[in-house]
């Protein structure tokens, strides 16, 4: 069959089936990449349209009256912190709301009417009485927070089309917002308060620094802890460890240890760091001790790879010239590897960062409202607050669920421009 | 290109490499090998010891696990002269070779027996630290192995290693003298603090010997320094090493029999793990005793 056939012919034969099939992976490959940003694109586009409401904060004018009498302060007289702490604010607020509109009356509508500002609005009226006494008895302009169902329904041209029993807000309180409207009292500013408070059961004052912050916290000690041990660990197994039974078996549970489930690390955390060793619950100490442990060995495998890779040749130069094995470890081993060590760190630490199973194991699931000021505090981390928020009812929440998102990927974005940045000005070639 | 030229002469000069009757010698010895074979004893033909050795290898075998690589070898490395090491691929060369500065050390499987000697002292004692040894007799490998740092740094490396320089200005000075041996500091001497890994082939190999050479190790070992590199910068490496000769005692190890003929006083033929033939270059090219080295050097065996 072949050998009638110069080889040329035959090569020929087989050239245009050989192309077909080469375009047809192309188109395959092609399409798989398409496929892939498609769905990219999408994902991002969905969770940025949701995330934009939790940028913007409606605000109201309201004209406060000072009022001595529903406060219970003397006129003229220094105002204690005590007091101050214990007086009517939420009636002051509710008075110069209900003072707007006169005509409502009866005790139901009331209630409606003061609850289109945030109930944050008292401790900035509060606040602000603090620091000017001489307001007391005045009548003054204060913008306060709206609440988030106004919020809500401002922003969601969907909302306002429908009947009242399908939304929150009810068809008065619309009436009112317009009203506050057309008297310019109405505002939409930019929300800067999500990214400078922590949680709150109220959407409008929750914010995503707390978990920025818990993060942060949480990371650091990760990082501390799993890149020298984990540097230490490979830089032994790999130059230094006999080869022998004892070290393979440590070898492969290195390697399983990667795989183990991240959950199981947190129950391995509550078990030994807390129970045992009685670590405080619910801190940045304790989940970065459990991320580390989840960490360990992607470090481990990464950087033993990045040795791995280091020419022969340059070992033997270098033992050639006299240098012992740990010169030679420490002046070229090592630094060859950085990039690929860095990388894999970076990569182990941008896992850690996206983790929610192992913390919630160590209590990092709490509702704090307080932004952690050191590594003992209760603290929660961004994947957590994602999860909190997204498990919230209230319809703000959502915005803020997808807000938090963002704010994730962008420091995941970050630390692989790291990684990338750190790969290339240690690069080097031989 | 003129001193290129003249070597290539006196390199023929100096050899008569048969080439012309090549064909002729073949048949008349090609039954030569089978016939002696039984007979031919383990033995090395010639004479493996010189006067005033330098190193000296007794009865040396090595194993990689349980294969043995090289086969009770006798050999002296005399002082000041250039040993070349020749024979077919795969013959213990190179594994010989690293047994002298302990680089077979690093090979976990790798196991070495016999005597082996520096200046008369045992190298492979406890005493010996393998660290000393390997600043005492240097080695250029095969594959230029430039570390990928500034060519300053590749030279400075050992002195700094080893506290050679007292200061700034000597490091400089070493370094300087260094590259100028190895006949590469007028082209680099204008970019000593650019990447050695960015110079051309046989410029790394020569940045190479100026780092082995920076060391003033003793003996300097070299295996196929010459094998990755062209024909001009083969010629200037063996320029440098009729060179370096005055001054270090060196073993090499070449394919090139024209290269042994042009660079080496003495001359040790290996065949599958045994040294076969030891002798003056100049004898072993000419009237090769042993029907193997004949064989080898008229092109039979390669
Ligand atoms: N690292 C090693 N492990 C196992 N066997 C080796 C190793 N290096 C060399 N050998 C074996 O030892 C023999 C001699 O090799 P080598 O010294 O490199 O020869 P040459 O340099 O003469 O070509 C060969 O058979 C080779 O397969
Ligand atoms: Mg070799």
Redesign the pocket.
Known sequence: MVSNMTPTESVKKGLARRYRKERRFRALGLLAVWLGFTFLVILLADITIKALPAFHQTWIKLDVYFDPEVLGFEPGRPIREEALLHADFRGVVRRSLYAMFPQVRKHRDKRKLGALVSSAAQYQVRDLLRAHPDWLGKTVPVWVRADDDVDTYLQSASLQGVAQDHRRLRDNQVAWLRELEKQGRIERRFNWLFFRSADSREPEQAGILGAVVGSFYTLLVTIALAFPLGLAGAVYLEEYAPRSRWVDLIEININNLAAVPSIVFGLLGLAVFINFFGASRSSPLVGGMVLALMTLPTIVIAARAAMKAVPPSIREAALGLGASHTQMVFQHVVPLAMPGILTGTIIGMAQALGETAPLLMVGMVAFIVDIPHSFTDSATVLPVQIYLWADSPERAFVARTSAAILVLLGFLVLMNGAAILLRKRFERKW | MVTIMKHEESAATKVRVPLDEEESQAVETLAAPSAEAPAQSDETVGDPFVERAKMSARHVDVF??E?Q?IFDVSLDLGEHEVLALI?P???????FLRCLNRMNDI?P??RVEGDLRLDGEDIRTRGMDPVLLRARVGMVFQKPNPFPKSIYDNVAYGPRLHGLAANRSELDEIVATSLKRAGLWGEVKDRLHEAGTGLSGGQQQRLCIARTIAVSPEVILMDEPASALDPIATAVIEELIEELRQNYTIAI?THSMQQAARVSQRTAY?HL?KLIEVGETDRVFTNPRHPLTENYITGRIG
Do not use: D, L, N
């Open positions: 990689y696990g294969k690589a024979g691929s795969g013959c213990g060369k190179s594994t090979i499987e790798c190890v290996f793990g």
